[in-house]
């Protein structure tokens, strides 16, 4: 099943202020049901707390989106500050609270199941937390009516686990996810009407952009039928292509896992002579992965990504490229994001996409290895390529420590969103302050590795590699961070 299509959000909440403030922000409770009761937080009486002089957020805090702006700059956009509050709309005892983790894996999905479940336990008193097996499917899928007591009717539901702080202690050591997950299967309807009848009024999902696209739509299908649930959202990619956000949690985890699949490339190439090693990375549309690897490892000659188009004949070329590392170093290491190059590839085979919605891409590791032996043959120089793919070793892994601290915030801060009647939110990081970001932001557009910007210059120097840009090629940004060529030869 195709990602769902961009919902058609409800009306942003704009809040402007002096000075060219705007605040961007998130949907509440109280806006679709009027004269909701409060309660006290109970983190005022938590022991744990009570060394704490500032716990909860103060209602006007918000964080910038910008950081770095001239004196007479307007103060921009802002995003509400993530945290406890003062009052809370769900009582302890009568929060039914469910978790639901979509898309592929990713270092630190167990550690941000864990933190939600420990998080409402241990900080607010929650008891009730379901966790929903194999992704929006499993909210409706393999279900079967029973007759209860009294006459009524209820649901078993073979894909259900309850959690508890027991059930989930150490989940974080592991990699995957304890709750499975899937691409696809979103249905609005159904996974609606499984959350009202299963009396489900907090909602966690973790996932990617299609994933946070599906959550605006549960969203805005909860909100038009008037139900007091909140939905948030945890922000999921292994790709670190969400927009908004400083980075999604997993990313430090591969980036650091890369450098082993690096340095077995690098101690290969070492010990054959004209030897290239040759590692494929994730990166679909965006290549962070790649270039911090990259920069991270200094054994790399040459990092292509999908934001930096190159072509491979002819001088300024990649084989040109090649054949002088190897003749000046004898071996050389290349890193490739799968999404680099892809226009280059055979046009010849249909594009198709999977469940999620994503382009289905060639494999252009592979790809490059036979170009880069072909021509070489041609060219009567005897090389030698090992290639590497770590894909599926890197997704599988558990999270490190920094991404396992990043992940307890994230999952903490959705909690206290949720508890304080937030709704239709992501919790993220930006600008080092952790915040409520509405679905809208989050899903508009992706972001990306901008090739103008300091960041692929300071690559450019690690590894003096090329541009692999034509002479008359010109780039112009298009505003979200990746680049349009002016001259399509550069595509050939």
Known sequence: MASPALPEISKPKIVDGPGGYVLEDVPHLTDYIPDLPTYPNPLQDNPAYSVVKQYFVHVDDSVPQKVVVHKDDPKGIHFRRAGARQKVYFHSDDVHACIVTCGGLCPGLNTVVREIVCGLHHMYGVKKVLGIDGGYKGFYAKNTELDLEGGYKGFYAKNTVYLNPKVVNDIHKRGGTILGTSRGGH???KIVDSIQDRGINQVYIIGGDGTQRGAALIFEEIRRRGLKVSVAGIPKTIDNDIPVIDKSF????????????????????????NCIGLVKLMGRYSGFIAMYATLASRDVDCCLIPESPFYLEGPGGLFEYIEKRLKEDEHMVIVIAEGAGQELLSQSIQSTTDASGNKLLQDV???????IKDHFSKQKMPINLKYIDP??????????ASDNVYC??????????AMAGYTGFTSGLVNGRHTYIPFNRIIEKQNKVVITDRMW??????????????????????????QKSLDKKVTH
Do not use: K
């Open 391 to 400: 894909t599926y070793m890197i997704r599988a892994v558990p999270s490190n």
């Open 408 to 417: 307890t915030l994230l999952a903490q801060s959705a909690v206290h969103g």
């Open 250 to 273: 997993g990313f430090d985890t591969a980036v650091e896992e890369a450098q082993r699949a690096i340095n077995a490339a690098h101690v290969e190439s070492e010990s054959f002579e």
């Open 187 to 189: 249905d609005t309807s």
């Open 365 to 371: 590791g592979l790809w490059i290895s036979q170009s």
């Open 457 to 482: 210059a300071r690559l450019l120097s690690s590894t003096n590699q090329p541009s692999f840009l034509r002479p008359s090629t010109n780039l112009l940004s298009n505003g979200n961070g990746s």
